[in-house]
């Protein structure tokens, strides 16, 4: 035993010891005669016996040995059903540990990873220290013969664990705050390393693409003072966890981008997501059947993401004009159900298919803060629309949508950063004209960003694409 208690809390199980052969000779012979009787006792005493010796040994080692071990395996179930969420969570947090002490690593690529993890291979060993307190990780796998597949061939049958050992003293803290960190930590190593996703909806259900949008903030044509403005509020909403959890709100934030076509709108979105690591999930309201089928959808999505609603004044009639919009249906209804019954007897069109979306106002009112809302965390809900005066007050008011930002047509210092990306040049003589003609001008970034597009005719001539550019300000001035 070791004469410092504090010592012995933060040395690896084990470790200690001088090196006298004799001492190591002499365990040798213990460590053997116990063998030798503990075969003849599993042989020859029943199993009752042998099992009330077990326990009590196991009792009687637990008050000398002063460490305690924890093991996470990797499935859950005898039948390997369903990975661990734990044990991925731990084997991401290790990751960084293991290919800075382990000697043996294991690498591969995820499912839905998109870059390499290294772990520890079996039967290795990482030490962590976490407020002071040093703990040690194992990786282990149990082996067993599980199924024959022929004569000479056996299915083995590979149950993988991690177990965590740690002294008895610092049980509270590890069953706590520790294993909370370790949990949370490697779930976001999990995000950062994961391909995110482009979803979209069909009925109650998303498919998705991978998301590769180039688009960042340093591209992104607008304002400088408004971009900083909305990179510092994501930035602070990404880190606002235990804000949201203190002041008793869902962990949410909703964005208004609005402003004419070809401001930039999906770009921003883009970047949104480039720049937190989030997912996008672009719902298409008109192919939601009803408000039932909108929850469900909601249900779904997941945390670190951006759920998008574009043009909304389009998706569907939330202008508070819906009763007109029905007395005019009403007209043809008729024609319509006749259409659609001819249409189902020739198996063109199912059930479902037959009426319209049905989402109110009141339903998406309740999916952007209503109790369904708080369903996951860390998401922004961002609506788009052309019109924003067109939009319902109570849809776009404080709280519902957070920050509204309003995407105009193209200004001087919008210009310039689409200068410096497509034509590569930060000042020219022609400049001072094209500031002049954006004040009184009405022209996208997007029709802004055309002019400056690669031209065969023009070569690498900045000035011929800027004369381009004038041109096109001064054919605006006058239409304006």
């Given at each position: 035993?070791?004469?410092?208690?504090?010592?012995?809390?933060?040395?690896?199980?084990?470790?200690?010891?001088?090196?006298?052969?004799?001492?190591?000779?002499?365990?040798?012979?213990?460590?053997?005669?116990?063998?030798?009787?503990?075969?003849?006792?599993e042989k020859f005493f029943p199993f009752q016996i042998r099992n009330q010796a077990?326990?009590?040994?196991?009792?009687?080692?637990?008050?000398?040995?002063?460490?305690?071990?924890?093991?996470?395996?990797?499935?859950?179930?005898?039948?390997?059903?369903?990975?661990?969420?734990?044990?991925?969570?731990?084997?991401?947090?290790?990751?960084?540990?293991?290919?800075?002490?382990?000697?043996?690593?294991?690498?591969?690529?995820?499912?839905?990873?998109?870059?390499?993890?290294?772990?520890?291979?079996?039967?290795?060993?990482?030490?962590?220290?976490?407020?002071?307190?040093?703990?040690?990780?194992?990786?282990?796998?149990?082996?067993?013969?599980?199924?024959?597949?022929?004569?000479?061939?056996?299915?083995?049958?590979?149950?993988?664990?991690?177990?965590?050992?740690?002294?008895?003293?610092?049980?509270?803290?590890?069953?706590?705050?520790?294993?909370?960190?370790?949990?949370?930590?490697?779930?976001?190593?999990?995000?950062?390393?994961?391909?995110?996703?482009?979803?979209?909806?069909?009925?109650?259900?998303?498919?998705?693409?991978?998301?590769?949008?180039?688009?960042?903030?340093?591209?992104?044509?607008?304002?400088?003072?408004?971009?900083?403005?909305?990179?510092?509020?994501?930035?602070?909403?990404?880190?606002?966890?235990?804000?949201?959890?203190?002041?008793?709100?869902?962990?949410?934030?909703?964005?208004?981008?609005?402003?004419?076509?070809?401001?930039?709108?999906?770009?921003m979105i883009a970047g949104m997501a480039n720049l937190l690591g989030y997912d996008?999930?672009?719902?298409?309201?008109?192919?939601?059947?009803?408000?039932?089928?909108?929850?469900?959808?909601?249900?779904?999505?997941?945390?670190?993401?951006?759920?998008?609603?574009?043009?909304?004044?389009?998706?569907?009639?939330?202008?508070?004009?819906?009763?007109?919009?029905?007395?005019?249906?009403?007209?043809?209804?008729?024609?319509?159900?006749?259409?659609?019954?001819?249409?189902?007897?020739?198996?063109?069109?199912?059930?479902?298919?037959?009426?319209?979306?049905?989402?109110?106002?009141?339903?998406?009112?309740?999916?952007?803060?209503?109790?369904?809302?708080?369903?996951?965390?860390?998401?922004?809900?961002?609506?788009?629309?052309?019109?924003?005066?067109?939009?319902?007050?109570?849809?776009?008011?404080?709280?519902?949508?957070?920050?509204?930002?309003?995407?105009?047509?193209?200004?001087?210092?919008?210009?310039?950063?689409?200068?410096?990306?497509?034509?590569?040049?930060?000042?020219?003589?022609?400049?001072?004209?094209?500031?002049?003609?954006?004040?009184?001008?009405?022209?996208?970034?997007?029709?802004?960003?055309?002019?400056?597009?690669?031209?065969?005719?023009?070569?690498?001539?900045?000035?011929?694409?800027?004369?381009?550019?004038?041109?096109?300000?001064?054919?605006?001035?006058?239409?304006?």
């Amino acid at each position: 035993m070791w004469k410092n208690g504090e010592r012995q809390k933060n040395m690896k199980p084990g470790a200690g010891g001088g090196d006298n052969n004799n001492m190591f000779g002499y365990i040798g012979s213990i460590i053997a005669s116990f063998m030798f009787f503990w075969a003849i006792f599993e042989k020859f005493f029943p199993f009752q016996i042998r099992n009330q010796a077990q326990k009590h040994t196991l009792r009687f080692f637990s008050f000398v040995y002063p460490y305690i071990q924890i093991t996470f395996n990797e499935f859950i179930g005898d039948r390997h059903m369903s990975r661990s969420d734990a044990y991925s969570s731990i084997e991401n947090y290790l990751s960084s540990k293991a290919t800075t002490q382990a000697k043996r690593l294991k690498g591969d690529i995820g499912k839905n990873n998109q870059k390499l993890l290294l772990t520890m291979d079996d039967h290795e060993e990482v030490c962590d220290e976490f407020n002071g307190v040093k703990l040690w990780w194992n990786s282990g796998k149990n082996v067993a013969k599980s199924q024959t597949l022929s004569l000479h061939n056996t299915l083995a049958d590979e149950k993988r664990y991690y177990k965590l050992t740690f002294h008895k003293s610092h049980r509270e803290m590890v069953l706590g705050t520790y294993l909370d960190h370790v949990m949370r930590e490697g779930k976001a190593v999990m995000v950062r390393n994961r391909q995110r996703k482009l979803y979209t909806n069909s009925g109650t259900f998303w498919s998705h693409v991978v998301f590769e949008h180039p688009a960042t903030f340093e591209t992104v044509a607008m304002d400088q003072e408004l971009k900083r403005r909305i990179i510092d509020d994501l930035v602070t909403f990404s880190n606002s966890r235990e804000f949201y959890a203190r002041i008793g709100r869902p962990w949410k934030r909703g964005y208004l981008l609005f402003g004419p076509p070809g401001t930039g709108k999906s770009t921003m979105i883009a970047g949104m997501a480039n720049l937190l690591g989030y997912d996008i999930y672009d719902l298409e309201l008109t192919a939601v059947k009803d408000n039932t089928e909108l929850r469900k959808l909601l249900i779904e999505t997941s945390s670190k993401s951006i759920i998008v609603i574009e043009d909304i004044d389009c998706s569907l009639d939330l202008t508070g004009q819906r009763r007109k919009k029905v007395e005019r249906a009403k007209e043809d209804e008729e024609h319509e159900e006749e259409k659609d019954q001819r249409r189902k007897k020739q198996g063109g069109l199912k059930e479902g298919d037959v009426k319209s979306s049905q989402v109110t106002l009141s339903g998406l009112l309740n999916f952007i803060d209503g109790l369904w809302s708080a369903c996951g965390g860390e998401r922004l809900i961002v609506f788009t629309t052309n019109y924003v005066e067109k939009l319902d007050p109570a849809l776009v008011r404080r709280g519902r949508m957070d920050m509204h930002i309003e995407l105009s047509y193209c200004g001087f210092e919008a210009f310039k950063l689409l200068a410096k990306n497509y034509l590569n040049i930060e000042s020219h003589h022609l400049f001072e004209t094209i500031s002049e003609l954006l004040k009184h001008s009405k022209i996208t970034p997007a029709d802004v960003a055309e002019h400056l597009m690669p031209k065969a005719s023009f070569g690498d001539d900045p000035e011929l694409y800027l004369k381009a550019l004038i041109q096109a300000l001064e054919e605006s001035k006058v239409e304006t």
